[in-house]
Structures are given as C-alpha cells and as structure tokens.
C-alpha cells in the first residue's frame, strides 16, 4: 500500500534553473512531511520539513509548499548547483505515530 | 554534537545465518527507529523503540528484531537470512516529545548481503 508517492523518478535541470520536486500522498493522518537527500553510499540526510498547519516553510535554497486538499507537496531548490545532484525522498508521517512513510524517489541531476 | 553512526558498514552472510546490526543514536535523541531499504525504494520502517520498548512495528516478520540500551543505542537483529534481506539498513534517531516524534536524523546505514 504505497501511501506516498514520487512519480518521477528522475529529474535534469541546468545548474542556476529552479528544481521543481513533487510528491502525494493519500493518508489523510498525515501531519507532518519531509523531504531527504540521499547521495550514494549515506544516509539519507535530512533537508526540510512541514507540518499540516502550513503551505509553505523556507530555508534558503529549499522551499516546501503543502496543498493539503489536493495532498500534494513539493519541493523547490533555486538555483540548482552541482552538488545538488542526488536522490530526494519526499516523506510523510503523523507524528503520534512516529514511523515515517517514503516515496520512492527522485533523481535529480544538475548538468552545467 | 555527535550524529547518528551505524556499524559494520557492511556485511556478507548466507541464507539461514543469523545477523546483528548496531546504531549509536545522537546525543540528547531518545527513539531510534529502524528502516530496510532494497534497491530503487524509498526505506520502508521497521520498527521504532522508545525508552528499551518496541513503539510500533512495520510489516516485517517476527524474525526481525531489536533492543534499545539505556544509553539509547540500539540493535537489530535478523534470524533465519533471506535472500531477499539483501538491502541497506538504516538506522534514525529522533526526540520524542511526550508522544509526538520530531524529525529523525540517519546513521550512514549498513549494506548486508545475503548469498
């Protein structure tokens, strides 16, 4: 039962442009909603977060916004850079349970 | 402040061998929650352990299981290897603040192979 969902699986944009990443999901419990990078042989390390009382949280770069009666969420990186190349985990959990649900991910490669 | 560390870094094993798996959590964490990642998935969870109890449980098997140690370390433990147990095991520490979990923050995972 795939509760988040990533239907991109990959993603090129030229360093500088803006990435756009998005996600759904379709638990209505869901109250609160990350976003991971994850470079090859790590961790995923966390990047943002949101919870269901916002559409939108920043820091820096990375913009998350929240369409919670479309249950979408996406996330922006402007500009793009190099070292931005990598997969994104979007993921999503009610935080009374504390498990967290990912998507499948989004490859994202920065050319030049 | 020290992050979340996982060790080995891998591990090859055969079918029916028994396997156990260490994360230290970061300091001032009390919840470390476990994840298997196979190839080209997201992580799936496991289980989570809070204050050296199991706080909830994914679909795995009971031959999937683990122990937090009162300094919040944590072990899982994998009897009877599957091949299919093939993946990457990440290990997430996170704060519980009176029931609600903050983010969660992971070690650099252990890669296991099954043959």
């Known amino acids: 039962d795939q509760q988040v969902k990533q239907n991109s699986p990959s993603l090129s944009v030229q360093e500088g442009r803006i990435s756009i990443l998005n996600c759904d999901y379709t638990n209505s419990m869901f109250d609160y909603f990350l976003w991971y990078k994850k470079y090859p042989a790590e961790g995923p390390t966390f990047l943002i977060s949101?919870?269901?009382?916002?559409d939108k949280n920043e820091d820096g770069r990375f913009t998350v916004f929240l369409n919670k009666s479309a249950k979408h969420l996406s996330l922006h990186i402007v500009p793009s850079q190099p070292g931005d190349s990598a997969v994104y985990f979007c993921?999503?959990?009610?935080?009374?349970?504390?498990?967290?649900?990912f998507g499948a991910g989004t490859q994202v490669v920065v050319t030049p | 402040e020290t992050g979340v560390t996982q060790s080995p870094t891998h591990l090859i094993k055969t079918r029916g061998q028994q396997v156990t798996l260490r994360c230290s959590s970061q300091s001032g964490h009390n919840t470390v929650s476990w994840y298997q990642q196979a190839l080209g998935q997201g992580p799936q969870f496991i289980f989570q352990y809070y204050r050296e109890e199991e706080n909830g449980r994914g679909n795995f098997p009971p031959r999937f299981s683990g122990l937090q140690f009162p300094n919040y370390s944590s072990e899982l433990n994998v009897n009877a290897l599957e091949l299919d147990d093939s993946a990457l095991y990440l290990c997430a520490s996170s704060l519980d603040r009176g029931g609600l979990t903050d983010t969660q923050y992971f070690g650099p995972g252990t890669r296991l192979t099954v043959l």
């Open positions: 949101i919870s269901s009382i916002k």
């Open positions: 993921a999503a959990s009610a935080r009374s349970w504390g498990k967290l649900q």
